[in-house]
């Protein structure tokens, strides 16, 4: 069964830091490319980073410096690490896989599987 499950949201303050996971069943995870994405209440869904299969890594502008993404294929596990949150970073944040090398390169925010997603609330 394909699964996608992300654990780690929370509520936080401002300046705060959390670390996501986004651990993966049923998938070669270790030649997936992988996306986070965050969809904020009453907006649509909001890229913010991907890596590819070695460990590359692309960030949307109003993550950079701020947001990590990684990977540790031995545990079939996508992380996102957040620091210096913002109550803008407020949202429900998902990991998915993207399908194939050229919708990575493309960015063309296609997704074959997707997990549920877990909230980050950041207020003070």
């Known amino acids: 069964q394909v699964q996608l499950v992300e ?13 996501l996971s ?7 995870f270790r030649t997936s490319y992988m996306d986070w994405i ?7 869904p909001e890229w913010v980073s991907d890596i590819d299969t070695v460990g590359n890594t692309r960030y949307a502008d109003s993550v950079k410096g701020r ?7 031995a545990k079939d596990t996508l992380y996102l690490e957040m620091n210096n949150l ?5 949202a429900l944040y998902y990991c998915a896989r993207i399908p194939n090398y050229s ?13 549920q997603g877990t909230q980050v609330t950041v207020s003070s």
Not at 103 to 115: A, E, F, I, M, S
């Open 86 to 90: 913002t109550p803008d970073d407020t």
């Open 22 to 28: 986004c651990t993966t069943t049923g998938i070669t």
């Open 67 to 73: 947001f990590t993404i990684s990977r540790d294929n």
């Open 7 to 19: 654990f780690g949201g929370g509520s936080v303050q401002p300046g705060g830091s959390l670390k």
């Open 38 to 44: 965050r969809q904020a209440p009453g907006k649509g």
């Open 103 to 115: 919708d990575y390169v493309l960015q063309t925010h296609k997704y074959d599987v997707r997990g």
